[in-house]
């Protein structure tokens, strides 16, 4: 069981449209992080939220923007994307420096 | 900033062979080191973890080993299974990474692992 949940599972977009990818952990972990997939790729970190506020945002291209509503919930807001922004976007959650980070099952994303 | 590297990049075994994966790192702060399996369309699964604070630790068929002077940590698999193959990525934490103290994982490259039955 993932206890770190992330919908929509697939979405497929056209490079004009805006969309939202969501997370939501009940663990009452601190650091939230949003990652980027290739295939057959090491997960490439996007942003760090450490206890809702934006710790770390990995020179993300701006049609990337995150939103932490919440301790428990990650927004991805994605607008204007590109096609080689089509890969699996995880989300994953852990509760201190040297803790388990659990990722959920992730956002398999495609722009047309 | 920590750099994981991570050999080899595919392994190929026999079933009821072992496998070993190596990982090296570069910064001497990191504490933590977990390793993930993804199979093909699935999210990165943790299968193991050590801190620097032990040198082995074993879980049924998987291991960990961690050489913190030498700065390297290794995957062992005894008695591989057709089930066993998957992506195998290692990882390295730096507890403080600029000014927060929930840091980051570092990942290595992947190593596809490919059990024949």
């Known amino acids: 069981d993932t206890e770190v949940t992330q919908t929509p599972k697939h979405l497929v977009m056209g490079m004009t449209n805006k969309k939202s990818l969501k997370c939501e952990q009940h663990?009452?972990?601190?650091?939230m992080y949003w990652y980027k997939q290739k295939a057959k790729k090491p997960p490439e970190l996007m942003f760090v939220?450490?206890?809702?506020?934006?710790?770390i945002n990995e020179s993300v291209p701006s049609r990337f923007s995150p939103e932490c509503p919440n301790s428990s919930l990650l927004n991805l807001h994605l607008h204007a994307l590109q096609p080689e922004d089509s890969a699996l976007y995880l989300c994953?959650?852990?509760?201190?420096?040297?803790?388990?980070?659990?990722f959920g099952d992730g956002t398999r994303l495609s722009i047309l | 900033g920590e750099n994981v590297e991570q050999h080899p990049s595919t392994l190929s075994v026999q079933e009821g062979d072992s496998a070993v994966i190596k990982c090296t790192y570069s910064?001497?702060?990191?504490?933590?080191f977990p390793w993930y399996k993804q199979e093909l369309g699935k999210r990165p699964q943790l299968i193991i973890d050590?801190?620097?604070?032990?040198g082995e630790k074993k879980d049924q068929r998987i291991a960990v080993t961690l050489n913190k002077t030498a700065k390297h940590f290794s995957l062992h698999i005894t008695e591989t299974q057709p089930e066993d193959s998957a992506v195998y990525f290692c990882?390295?934490?730096?507890?403080?990474?600029?000014?927060?103290?929930?840091?980051?994982?570092?990942f290595g490259r992947g190593t596809q692992l490919t059990v024949w039955p």
């Open positions: 994953a959650s852990r509760q201190g420096g040297n803790q388990p980070q659990h």
């Open positions: 663990m009452g972990h601190r650091a």
């Open positions: 939220y450490s206890y809702e506020k934006l710790s």
């Open positions: 910064d001497s702060a990191s504490n933590y």
């Open positions: 050590i801190r620097s604070n032990v």
């Open positions: 990882a390295a934490s730096n507890p403080y990474f600029r000014g927060s103290t929930l840091g980051r994982l570092y």
